[in-house]
């Protein structure tokens, strides 16, 4: 029961932050900090979600193979790869290292 308590305060929640959104005056969207906040937000957060998932385990700070893979992602990137040989590069390394027992 516990459960679907949670999960109905959660969409309760959901719906009503989508509410505040819609509420929100078109003149306060349109102003160039809150247009450069919206398009760099995701950005950090996904950045910060992948450092979290990359370099902790539990509440220790990490550095594995995942590493290594974020680091071979990172130099692709860097090269201008497409996407799909990022995340392959990624995934390769990250297997290498793996398998030598990293």
């Known amino acids: 029961m516990t459960v679907w308590i949670a999960i ?3 969409a ?4 009503l932050v ?3 959104g819609l509420l929100v005056p078109a003149g306060v969207l349109e102003r160039p900090v809150v247009q450069r906040l ?3 937000l995701p950005v950090a957060l996904l950045a910060a979600l992948t450092a ?3 370099f902790s385990e ?7 193979a995942r ?3 974020l680091a071979a992602a990172a130099l692709a990137l860097l090269w201008r790869a497409p996407f799909l040989v990022v995340i392959g590069a990624a995934v390769l390394v990250t297997a290498g290292v793996r ?4």
């Open 8 to 10: 109905g305060l959660t």
């Open 12 to 15: 309760v929640g959901c719906y």
């Open 18 to 20: 989508k509410l505040l």
């Open 38 to 40: 919206a398009a760099l």
């Open 52 to 54: 979290q998932q990359t």
């Open 58 to 64: 539990g509440a220790r700070l990490v550095l594995d």
């Open 67 to 69: 590493a290594a893979g």
């Open 99 to 102: 398998a030598l027992g990293g």
